[in-house]
Antibody
Framework: QVQLVESGGGVVQPGRSLRLSCAAS????????LHWVRQAPGKGLEWVAV????????SFADSVKGRFTISRDNYRNTLFLQMNSLRTEDSAVYYC????????????????WGQGTLVTVSS | DIQMTQSPSSLSASVGDRVTITCRAS??????LNWYQQKPGKAPQLLIS???GLHSGVPSRFSGSGSGTDFTLTISGLQPEDFATYYC?????????FGGGTKVDFK
């Protein structure tokens, strides 16, 4: 069955960096676009970034553009989110999520989600 | 960016009730609208895609409708496991945006 398992969260000081990983299994990883979506404590969902199945196309929310990068390793079935210049407002549970169908483009919605990893940015 | 506005932000209901949640987009998104259910401490789960397409395994008491800017999620006969928060999300273009959520709790 499809599984997405995030890791790499933790407590970090403002201005520092953190890299999240999402290990995938149960599907043909290199055929699906993947996203990061976050949720601040007690708040709603906020889309963060997307990367195409082959890793050549990506898009970011304005709130993270220029600070976060998204990448993937289709041999290791792993998605990454490199977060630099972290701010207190980046504190959230970060979910990786899969698109519903294999494609080189995007469907822009999500059929499977990981359990999330908590990032806390605090001095 | 497309703004998604959900209403109400919360509602109280009883088992067996018919519940309706609305979602309005700031511009036409045709039928590129999806609904998710989230329970406390858990990841969201897809309920409805493309405004009215029931996701695999989702009970038929859930239904979606609408097009353009106005959309509705209906739960026909609320069950105990349906008490949760519901989000709409537009998939018309990037940046993807979600509604603020509707919390359904027990009356």
């Amino acid at each position: 069955q499809v599984q997405l398992v995030e890791s790499g969260g933790g407590v970090v000081q403002p201005g520092r960096s953190l890299r999240l990983s999402c290990a995938a299994s149960g599907f043909t990883f290199g055929s699906f676009a993947l996203h990061w979506v976050r949720q601040a404590p007690g708040k709603g969902l906020e889309w963060v970034a997307v990367i195409s199945s082959d890793g050549t196309d990506e898009s970011f929310a304005d709130s993270v553009k220029g600070r976060f990068t998204i990448s993937r390793d289709n041999y290791r079935n792993t998605l990454f989110l490199q977060m630099n210049s972290l701010r207190t407002e980046d504190s959230a549970v970060y979910y990786c999520a899969r698109e519903p169908k294999p494609t080189r483009g995007f469907y822009y919605y999500f059929d499977y989600w990981g359990q999330g990893t908590l990032v806390t940015v605090s001095s | 960016d497309i703004q998604m506005t959900q209403s109400p932000s919360s509602l109280s209901a009883s088992v067996g009730d018919r519940v309706t949640i609305t979602c309005r987009a700031s511009q036409s998104i045709r039928t590129y609208l999806n609904w998710y259910q989230q329970k406390p401490g858990k990841a969201p789960q897809l309920l409805i895609s493309d405004a009215s397409g029931l996701h695999s395994g989702v009970p038929s008491r859930f239904s979606g409708s609408g097009s353009g800017t106005d959309f509705t999620l209906t739960i026909s006969g609320l069950q105990p496991e349906d008490f949760a928060t519901y989000y709409c999300q537009q998939s018309f273009n990037s940046p993807l945006t979600f509604g603020g959520g509707t919390k359904v709790d027990f009356k």
